[in-house]
């Protein structure tokens, strides 16, 4: 049976479950530690997100309104303004921003490539003969100007005094632990699962639903209220490319890398992905005939005539039952 293993990589503690170590290189130790890191950060951000989003649809009436307040209070502990609860899609977009950038910054690449327009000749020269860069290309921009692409080698980059990469590194690990808690527990019931979502079977009587809410950290239903709606037709084809279809009618079509335009989605559609998934040697071609890509060597956009092909891909597990049903690799 096909395996793989993890050879080298690093991890948070929390997330060695039932793994195990063959070699140490390294451990980073903290004695201490802190649950309000970013405390006031969060709560303040969190504010602004949820006055900007308005009321909840089901907060029709004052006393409603009252609640809703009451239990951002008890489950956050943020006391929300009541006049300030008014729809503001754009500064929800900046609170949400702001919510969910900032630990990235911690974990910020430094060894990234770098871009420098030149018009100085000696600058020029200075890079071509500097031994701690490695230039890659030049481009001539224009008579008195041209595009340096080089990389900083690994041992001369000057990292930033301000990073953090234990900050990430957790925030990402928990993140993915809240989501294996829930597959854990759902089991064989699990269709599919991305970063930040679950879709699952029940049946009307005996299986227990998640818990949904509209708080931080909860699970949210996309369907809607869960006693109304919910998916009765579903079918995917590997990560981010599925269809479903809900109870109320409703049909939602993912597929990773194509636009759905009227064309597309001629093609590409519920019936069309389950005839991928049975029949695993066919194809779908989408032809976009004006399709408008960036040069970024020479610094234009283009229209192009471009096809996209749709198939079954998926080696993040390996594949049983006719391909049905999926297995850790090395179970």
């Not at 303040?44 to 089901?58: I, T, V």
């Not at 701690?132 to 100007?145: C, F």
């Not at 991305?194 to 699970?219: A, F, R």
């Not at 891909?313 to 179970?331: E, I, M, W």
Request: glycine share 6%; hydrophobic share 30%; proline share 4%.
């Amino acid at each position: 049976m096909e395996e793989r293993s993890l050879r080298h990589g690093v991890w948070t503690t929390p997330e060695l479950r039932g793994y195990e170590i063959a070699q140490v290189h390294e451990v980073y130790h903290y004695p201490d530690r802190s649950s309000d890191l970013f405390q006031s950060y969060i709560r303040e951000n969190l504010k602004m997100k949820l006055e900007a989003s308005g009321w909840p649809s089901d907060c029709d009436t004052e006393d409603k309104k009252r609640e809703f307040m009451a239990s951002v209070r008890t489950s956050q502990g943020i006391t929300l303004e009541y006049n300030n609860v008014v729809k503001n899609s754009g500064l929800r977009s900046v609170a949400k921003l702001n919510l969910n950038s900032l630990w990235g910054k911690f974990g910020q690449n430094p060894f990234r490539g770098k871009v420098e327009y030149i018009t100085e000749p000696c600058r020029f020269f200075e890079l071509l003969h500097d031994d701690t860069v490695n230039v890659k290309t030049v481009l001539l921009l224009t008579g008195d100007m041209v595009q340096v692409n080089y990389d900083v080698h690994r041992e001369s980059t000057v990292c930033n005094p301000n990073g953090n990469v234990v900050i990430p590194a957790f925030v990402t690990a928990w993140a993915r632990l809240r989501l294996y808690d829930k597959l854990s527990a759902l089991g064989e019931h699990v269709l599919y699962h991305d970063t930040d979502s679950i879709i699952y079977k029940t049946e009307p009587e005996g299986d227990e639903e998640m818990e949904t809410g509209d708080q931080l950290g909860q699970w949210s239903d996309e369907c809607g209220d869960s006693n109304a709606n919910w998916i009765v037709k579903y079918v995917s084809l590997g990560p981010k490319t599925y269809a479903y279809r809900s109870k109320k009618g409703e049909c939602e079509v993912k597929c990773k890398g194509i636009s759905l335009t009227p064309s597309a989605k001629e093609l590409v559609h519920m019936k069309s992905m389950k005839r991928l998934l049975v029949q695993e040697n066919e194809k779908i071609t989408v032809n976009y005939p004006r399709k408008i890509i960036r040069d970024g060597t020479h610094k234009v956009l283009r229209t192009v005539s471009m096809d996209k092909d749709v198939r079954l891909v998926y080696t993040k597990r390996q594949r049983v039952d006719q391909g049905l049903t999926t297995l850790p690799y090395g179970y």
